[in-house]
């Protein structure tokens, strides 16, 4: 019979852009200065989007090998 492959979108890119959707929002309405906060944290939004997508890739392939043992 045919195989079937399990697709996963990844859901780190929906989260960066509501993230910095919300910091150019706060920026227009309160003057936040957005800049100086990425400035100062871009290594730490490297390294969680990096984790989010060594999470999903561990997750998508638990699911395979989940799927191909039954």
Avoid at 9 to 35: C, E, K, Q, R, Y
Avoid at 39 to 67: C, M
């Amino acid at each position: 019979m045919g195989t079937t492959q399990v697709k996963a979108g990844s859901i780190a890119g929906p989260f960066i852009l509501i993230a910095v959707g919300i910091l150019f929002l706060l920026h227009n309405l309160t003057g936040f200065d957005v800049f100086h906060l990425i400035r100062q944290y871009w290594p730490l939004i490297l390294i969680a989007v990096g984790v989010a997508k060594l999470v999903e890739y561990f997750r998508v392939n638990r699911q395979v090998s989940e799927y191909e043992k039954k």
